[in-house]
């Protein structure tokens, strides 16, 4: 029997409840197809920030290093200012992994409404290709008045970089800068993901998001870039681009049919939370933090800590960046089943999730799925 070695970080707020169900699915699936999941419980969070002072310490990194995949319930507390949590646990994980592709499905769902009509016969089915390491979110920048300097670093799977940047303004006015950056390997990566992922999935074209009309220099490489691979490497298909802010207008008239859509760091953020919001909601919206070593799943929602111990939290997207974390480590079969297994759960008419107007609480949504995945 195959077994998988995956590290469970439930986090702050509801984190720990949909994970839990989450691992009640998984476990499920591998009594149904044959593999044994071996979970290894993280106490990385809120709790243990406050405690230790540090969010995620380098001996955890190299633990989490042994690990077969990773499974993130949510970070974020009130106790702690935003910032800490996020930079130290979240982005850390990524950039110390680097899982350069942010892997975000939008996909309707039975009994779920929507805030645009569908036409007959017609399925929201889109997936977001996000690059996950560079951009604007790489945290280089500064700012002071007149007169200031700062120091530019980062660390990546592909470099190291440092460097020093200087401004001298003609006013002493209080300023602040962020600085973008992006490297020919990290978008040809991210690239071959997108229209490898566009032929599995029979597409005909990736549509590449940008906006090189107002930001030449950043947005002008990543088009160029990306223009290249896919000529070459994909030439069966189509290269279509989108500027950043149509696509947004577009995808709000007509959501369905835009198949793989690849967009830089920051606009990737932007245009995935629009499509699961067109989906239905951050209830149903899983995600995947995807790289060549150790790759992390988990729902997009945050850790909502209002509902903690309520019930209320839905656990559906949990369970479905479960079946994503599936299909990556190869149990095509158990993926496509867990999926399928929340597809019928929600069109069965049982006890829906208190956020899809119901009144199961989130245990008994999970319940409800392992005995319908297991029949």
Sequence with gaps: MKEYQIASLPGDGIGPEVIDATVAVIEA??????FSPKFHRQPYGAEYYLKNKVGLPESGMRELADYDVMLL???????????????????????????????????NFPNVPLPVTLPDGVDLDVVIVRENTEDLYMGMGGGGTGLFSTTLGAERGLYQLYGNLRVEMTQPL??????????????ERVTRYAGNLARQRGEKRVVVVSKANAVPHLYGF?????AEVMAKEFPDLEYSRQNVDAICYLMAMKPAGWGVVLCPNLFG???SDLMSGLAGGLGLAAA?????????????HGSAPTIAGTGKANPLAAILSGAILLRHVGEKDAAAAVEKTVRDYLASGRAM??????????????KNVVEMLLQ
């Design 29 to 34: 699936a591998g009594k149904r197809f044959g």
């Design 73 to 107: 319930g949510a970070i974020g507390d009130p106790r702690v200012p935003p910032g800490p949590l996020e930079q130290e646990i979240l982005l850390a994980l990524r950039f110390h992994f680097d899982q350069y592709v942010n892997l975000r499905p939008a996909l």
């Design 174 to 187: 209080d300023a602040a800068f962020s600085v973008g950056f992006m490297t020919r390997p990290a978008i």
């Design 222 to 226: 990543w088009d160029k870039v990306t």
């Design 269 to 271: 953020d932007i245009v």
């Design 288 to 300: 995947g933090n995807i790289g060549d070593g150790l790759s992390m799943f988990e729902p997009v």
């Design 353 to 366: 999730p208190i956020e899809q107007g119901g009144s199961a609480v989130t245990q008994e949504v999970a």
